[in-house]
């Protein structure tokens, strides 16, 4: 610019007067005008200008220029543009890509193109198998291709399951007995045993079965039984029941370390199988003689017992019960009033919380309770409060009756106490003499004696009233 201005006051001498710092008059000023507005005309951006029409082309042409340059810099800095003397734009050094004002690697249109649409029509990307609706075609072989290999096209593929060895098989069936106990649904065992490659492991799966319900509870027999019964014809063979059999047999000095009673078991297994059709009817006769083990010559004992008592009229199909949540509830109440009579002439408390235990129905227990204290309430003597007294004692004691259970059946004798009594007048009165050694014994808390309700009794003149009668409670 400095070099313009130069050259610009060489070719045009500045007289004297406009040099001059002082300010001009108001003659001065009007004398002067025309010259001052062509000289502001000849100025264009600070560059004093000759008049030619070409010159004042070209200056306005490098301001605008310049403007778009200093307009763009931010955006185009690492271009490193710059104009020349004739005001082209000169391609400078470039500046380095990781500069933040760098856009030579942005992929971003600057030019506002491009309709919005995914790339490449939503078929590119990470993590993407193509165009949605896309339809692939089985790829054609190439007999060109160099690992081409003729004998592979009419192979067929198919998925090959090993058989299960000893330590697999009972990794993989025993949670499968062990769930079935749980839910009972003999057809998903079926499923589970066909998806597994059993082999020479498949007669294994009765005596798996069995030798876990022997350490279970009477209703884990049960569906034991119903599974073998379920499993023979379609997943097992009778052979291999028998073989199963055998087997346990064989191993009867080994189980009876775990399960004292396993011996009895074992042979109302059998005997059960044999009424199910599952073992034969001369498989326990085929045993006469044979048989110097006194564990197994106990079971086959006991499973020919229960065959000829079955032809007497047992129910062998009935022999281990059913579970507490599959009985009836009228079956119930009836086997604990059966149990409460037993217990009372006997006396015998253990075998009493053996057969309470056994009904396997710990959510059922309150209606125990309930009808001891209706034995007690229609009883005569002293000999049955007692006795009843000291049976929910020991049961308390145990935890095999919770708290929770014991509070239930208290307060739904409470509750029924009214209706009680219109049988036995007495009930109020024998109601809280069992409630207050039920607190002294420490079977109930002080909470629920308190809700004990009380009879309330007519209070006459006699008793000095003043001849006013009073319904109360004491």
Request: hydrophobic fraction near 35%; charge should be negative.
């Amino acid at each position: 610019m400095a070099t313009d201005c130069e050259a610009w006051l060489n070719a045009n001498p500045v007289e004297s007067w406009d040099l001059s710092d002082s300010f001009v008059s108001g003659e001065e000023d009007n004398s002067s005008g025309v010259i001052s507005n062509k000289n502001l005309n000849n100025e264009i951006n600070g560059n004093w200008l000759s008049s030619s029409s070409n010159n004042i082309h070209e200056a306005r042409l490098k301001a605008k220029a310049k403007r778009r340059l200093r307009k763009n810099s931010s955006r185009d800095s690492g271009r490193g543009d710059s104009l020349s003397d004739n005001g082209d734009a000169v391609r400078g050094t470039l500046v380095a890509p990781t500069s933040p004002k760098s856009k030579l690697l942005d992929r971003k249109s600057r030019l506002g193109k491009g309709r919005g649409l995914p790339k490449k029509g939503g078929a590119g990307g990470k993590g993407v198998w193509g165009r949605s609706g896309e339809v692939y075609e089985p790829e054609e072989v190439d007999e060109k291709d160099p690992n081409y290999d003729e004998a592979q096209e009419n192979c067929v593929y198919e998925t090959v399951v090993p058989p299960l060895d000893e330590r697999d098989f009972e990794k993989t069936v025993t949670p499968i007995v062990q769930e079935y106990f749980e839910h009972g649904d003999t057809n998903e065992v079926a499923e589970l045993l066909a998806e597994l490659n059993l082999g020479p492991m498949q007669s294994e799966v009765p005596s798996l079965a069995v030798s876990l319900a022997l350490e279970a509870k009477a209703s884990h027999r049960e569906l034991t039984s119903r599974l073998l019964a379920n499993l023979c014809g379609s997943v097992l063979s009778h052979s291999d029941m028998e073989s199963s059999f055998d087997k346990l047999l064989r191993d009867l000095p080994e189980l009876v370390l775990d399960t004292p009673g396993a011996p009895q078991l074992l042979g109302q297994f059998i005997a059960r199988a044999v009424n199910d059709q599952i073992l034969s009817t001369s498989y326990i006769e085929s045993y006469k003689g044979r048989v110097d083990c006194e564990y197994a010559r106990a079971a086959l004992d006991r499973a020919a017992v229960l065959l000829k008592m079955s032809m007497g009229g047992l129910r062998i199909d009935n022999q281990w019960g059913t579970g507490g949540g599959q009985r009836p509830v009228t079956q119930l109440i009836k086997e604990m009033n059966l149990l409460l009579k037993e217990y009372i002439l006997s006396g015998d408390g253990k075998e009493a919380e053996r057969c309470l235990r056994d009904l396997e129905v710990p959510h059922f227990h309150h209606e125990f309770v309930y009808e001891a204290m209706v034995v007690v309430l229609e009883s005569k003597g002293e000999k049955t409060f007692k006795m009843v007294l000291q049976l929910l004692k020991s049961l308390s004691a145990s935890s095999i009756i919770t708290v929770d259970q014991m509070r239930r059946g208290y307060e739904r004798v409470y509750m029924d106490i009214a209706e009680i009594n219109i049988d036995v007048p007495r009930a109020y009165f024998i109601l809280e003499q069992f409630v207050d050694a039920s607190f002294s014994m420490a079977i109930i808390d002080a909470k629920l004696r308190d809700l004990c309700p009380c009879r309330g009794r007519k209070r006459f003149v006699s008793e000095g009233d003043g001849g006013v009668i009073k319904f109360e409670s004491y």
